[in-house]
């Protein structure tokens, strides 16, 4: 059972999570906690005065404040973190000295979020009747490479998380995003990084069921800030569930689910402001055949159309062009061509004006901004027939930029100008789910 941040962000949530805790002892729950709301950024704050050797102690101050309050209201005794917190103020005082700020004295200043919301939440589950004890997820086995800011998992932490957890009586509480490398140094697993925490430890469980506990009712048919009856999604595959991610859907990071996926573990989104609602499950297969599950919008889109009519049956220009692509380090999205054009799409926030200056020693070049890439996801669309006319029938007199469909499994997706998307996404939405 994960807790992201907003589900430890107060003592009136951490009671509410101790509740939920409660209701699912006999399975035996392991729990993996985030830092609370907003301190992850708070410690990268404090750390960055710091290294500037500026002012960094009102900062810091208010950061252990929360902290301070949150136990008092809890009934939990401030000894609870008092090694963190002394080792926190000397870690900053030490880095207002040396002024060094790496990637690497960044995880271990982050850590320290984690580090104190998981002795915190133990100390109560204990103070309310159920035992239970905070691990440092490094001690517990957790071994990463040394990639600081965006580690991956070492194979062996599976088994050793197995060792160590299999002995455990009461409860574990698990620092969630921290880990170690193998020179003992501090890591973290990436933004976010508590949900992959829960992934990889169900999976060192073999547990019969990961649960991500956050602030929404699992995935939805479409972003409900656009679409007002958008709805939970009940079950969606792996690859949905992946594909979704990637195009925007905040709810599971693609990486997060691949050790649930390796095991066949059901992921399961739930929402703690609502914790009776079933949310939605991540299942390697789900059974229906083909279907839409949601319609997902990104913004900020560029399109970089190439023309020239040297393209016309020629072989390796569009080598010559992502070559150029490769060389600028920046990946294109969707692409479509013609005989004597080829449209790239790319994340409209990348600076692409030295690419284009590249590409137009090969053809002649225009860039379209503000574009929004509408998709239309599910399982087996590919094999949907009259997919096309179906969602393009609705959307009026819309002018469709571009399209990809049908070679991928799982989306459909079009281009069309921003300021149009909100609008075909309502359509789309009531085509396919009726509101
Ligand atoms: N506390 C970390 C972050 O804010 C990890 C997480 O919340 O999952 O990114
Ligand atoms: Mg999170």
């Known amino acids: 059972m994960k807790f992201g941040g907003t589900s430890v962000g107060n003592a009136e949530r951490i009671r509410n999570l101790a509740k939920i805790v409660q209701s699912h002892l006999s399975r035996r729950p392991v729990v993996v906690v985030s830092a609370f ?8 704050e404090v750390a960055y005065l710091a290294s500037k050797g500026e002012e960094f102690s009102a900062k810091l101050d208010g950061i252990l404040d929360r902290h301070y309050k949150t136990m008092d209201e809890l009934g939990v005794g401030h000894g609870t973190i008092k090694s963190e917190t002394s ?6 005082n ?36 159920m035992e239970a004890v905070a691990y440092d997820a490094y001690d517990i086995g957790l071994v990463t490479d040394s990639n600081f800011g965006d580690a991956e998992v070492l194979p ?23 880990a170690k490398d193998k020179e003992g140094d501090i890591t973290t697993l990436g933004r976010g990084g508590s949900d992959y925490t829960s992934t990889i430890v169900g999976s060192a469980l073999d547990a019969d069921e990961i649960q991500i506990w956050t602030d929404v009712n699992g995935i939805m048919t479409a972003d409900p800030k656009i679409v007002s009856g958008a709805r939970t999604i009940d079950s969606v595959s792996y690859a949905e569930a992946s594909e979704l991610a990637f195009l925007g859907a905040k709810v599971l990071h693609p990486k997060t689910i691949l050790p649930a996926v390796e095991k066949s573990i059901p992921v399961r989104i739930l929402n703690t402001f609502n914790p009776t609602h079933k949310g939605t499950v991540v299942l390697g297969d789900v059974k229906a055949k083909s279907r839409v599950i949601s319609i997902a919008c990104q913004k900020k889109i560029q399109v970089i159309n190439l023309t020239t009519s040297k393209m016309f049956r020629m072989h390796g220009f569009l080598r010559q062009v992502f070559e150029i692509f490769d060389r600028h380090k920046i990946s294109a999205d969707m692409v479509s061509t013609s005989e004597v054009s080829v449209s790239i799409t790319l994340d409209g926030r990348q600076q692409t004006g030295a690419l284009v200056d590249d590409l137009k020693k090969l053809a002649r070049v225009s860039v379209m901004r503000d574009r929004a890439k509408i998709s239309i996801v599910g399982k ?9 006319g179906k969602w393009s029938s609705c959307l009026g007199n819309m002018y469709i930029e571009m399209i990809s469909s049908s070679t991928s499994e799982v989306n459909d997706g079009f281009i069309i100008e921003e300021k149009y998307a909100d609008e075909a996404v309502r359509k789309l939405h009531k085509r396919f789910f009726g509101s």
């Open 380 to 388: 087996g669309m590919a094999h949907m027939p009259g997919i096309i």
């Open 87 to 92: 080792q926190l103020r000397s870690f900053m």
């Open 94 to 129: 030490r880095l207002h000295e040396s002024k060094e700020l790496t990637p690497k004295v960044l995880d271990t200043a982050v850590s320290f979020g984690e580090r104190m919301s998981s002795r915190i939440v133990a100390a109560y589950m204990t103070r309310v009747g």
């Open 156 to 178: 062996e932490a599976y088994a050793s998380i197995n060792k160590k957890l299999a002995r455990a009586k009461a409860i574990p509480v698990i620092t969630g995003f921290i």
């Open 37 to 44: 709301s907003g301190i992850t950024d708070g410690l990268i």
